[in-house]
C-alpha cells in the first residue's frame, strides 16, 4: 500500500480556537509579506549603497551603514513573522489583535537613516 505524501504538521495553537473567516487570515497574510518587502527594499537599498556610492563617506562609515540596513532588514523580517503568528493566533482565540512592535522601530530607524544619509552629504 502506497504510503500518503508526507506533509507537515501544523502549529500547536494553528489547531486551537476557532478558524477564522479566511479574508481575515489573507489580509494577515498580505501585511505580513508587506513587511517582507520592507525588508527587501533595506536589503536592496544596502546593496546599491555599497555599489554605487563610493564617494559617499568613508568606506568604514559605508559598511557599518550598509550592515546596518542588513540588520534592520533581518530584524524587520523576523518580526514580521511573530507578527503574522500573533495576530492569527488572537484571530483564532477571538481576542484584541496585539499592537504592532514594527511600526515605533521602522519610524525610529528610517528618521535616524535620514539623518545620518543627510549627514554624508553634508560633509561628502
Not at 42 to 53: C, D, K, P, R, T
Not at 58 to 79: D, N, Y
Not at 107 to 115: D, E, I, K, P, Q
Request: glycine share 4%; charged share 15%; proline share 6%.
Amino acid at each position: 500500500m502506497p504510503r500518503p505524501p508526507h506533509r507537515p504538521q501544523p502549529l500547536k495553537w494553528w489547531q486551537s480556537g476557532t478558524r477564522p473567516d479566511y479574508r481575515f487570515s489573507l489580509a494577515n497574510e498580505r501585511t505580513f509579506l508587506a513587511w517582507i518587502r520592507t525588508a527587501m527594499g533595506l536589503i536592496v537599498g544596502a546593496m546599491a549603497l555599497e555599489q554605487f556610492s563610493a564617494s559617499l563617506g568613508s568606506a568604514r562609515m559605508r559598511v557599518a551603514l550598509v550592515m546596518m540596513l542588513f540588520c534592520c532588514a533581518t530584524l524587520i523580517a523576523a518580526m514580521a513573522y511573530l507578527r503574522w503568528a500573533r495576530a492569527e493566533h488572537a484571530m483564532r482565540q477571538e481576542t484584541d489583535l496585539p499592537q504592532s512592535r514594527l511600526l515605533p522601530f521602522l519610524t525610529v530607524f528610517v528618521a535616524l537613516l535620514a539623518a545620518v544619509l543627510a549627514l554624508f552629504v553634508i560633509l561628502a
